[in-house]
T-cell receptor, first 114, second 122 residues
Framework: GDSVTQMEGPVTLSEEAFLTINCTYT??????LFWYVQYPGEGLQLLLK?????DKGSNKGFEATYRKETTSFHLEKGSVQVSDSAVYFC?????????????FGTGTRLTIIP | GAVVSQHPSRVICKSGTSVKIECRSL??????MFWYRQFPKKSLMLMAT?????????EQGVEKDKFLINHASLTLSTLTVTSAHPEDSSFYIC??????????????????FGPGTRLTVL
């Protein structure tokens, strides 16, 4: 079945450090790929997405490129801030014969220290 | 744009009672809504998918008689946890997918999530 594998956390970085959170997927079709972020006590917010191979999603300094050859969608940010502390979820979306499903990875907790 | 609200944000109830959670898309029409359950420090587990005006489709292992879902309009879906027990305590999150453009443009493959409802069953 379809699945998403995320880098296990927690991840702790100093402010202004470079961030990479790895995400790979297995899918039977051609999924759209997403990164969602969950701040403490809140629901999920869409961070960025890519709908086809080689697309790059970007938002708030975060980027991720849809790599079909490596089935990956790694999240990167050049200089993290304390406010980036949250849980990040990688997800894939597929719609097959009218059935649709968003499959999430287990989430990676990121803590940024000043 | 693309705002989804949930009510209540927190609810505490006694074992054996029923609890209703509402999910609303505020500025777009949601032909499809989804209900997830999130366990502490775990990922989201899809419980069911509901399309406006039709019966919900439940994921394997989810009791449809226990978790009643109604999607009565293009902006409202409800989840009722019937005869709740302590093991039903969890964080319930809904999402909505826009199938039609309303006041805000939404992508048909992007789900917009509500802030979640924390259910505690005593």
């Amino acid at each position: 079945g379809d699945s998403v594998t995320q880098m296990e956390g927690p991840v702790t970085l100093s402010e202004e450090a470079f961030l990479t959170i790895n995400c790979t997927y297995t899918a039977t079709g051609y999924p759209s790929l997403f990164w969602y972020v969950q701040y403490p006590g809140e629901g999920l917010q869409l961070l960025l997405k890519a709908t086809k191979a080689d697309d790059k999603g970007s938002n708030k300094g975060f980027e991720a490129t849809y790599r079909k050859e490596t089935t990956s969608f790694h999240l990167e940010k050049g200089s993290v801030q304390v406010s980036d502390s949250a849980v990040y979820f990688c997800a894939l979306f597929l719609r097959v014969f009218g059935n649709e499903k968003l499959t999430f990875g287990t989430g990676t907790r990121l803590t940024i220290i000043p | 744009g693309a705002v989804v609200s949930q009510h209540p944000s927190r609810v505490i109830c006694k074992s054996g009672t029923s609890v209703k959670i509402e999910c609303r898309s505020l500025d777009f029409q949601a032909t499809t809504m989804f209900w997830y359950r999130q366990f502490p420090k775990k990922s989201l587990m899809l419980m069911a998918t509901s399309n406006e005006g039709s019966k919900a489709t439940y994921e394997q292992g989810v009791e449809k008689d226990k978790f009643l879902i109604n999607h009565a309009s293009l902006t409202l879906s409800t989840l009722t946890v019937t005869s709740a027990h302590p093991e039903d305590s969890s964080f319930y999150i809904c999402s909505a997918r826009g199938g039609r453009t309303g006041a805000s443009r939404t992508s048909t493959d992007t789900q917009y999530f509500g802030p979640g409802t924390r259910l505690t069953v005593l």
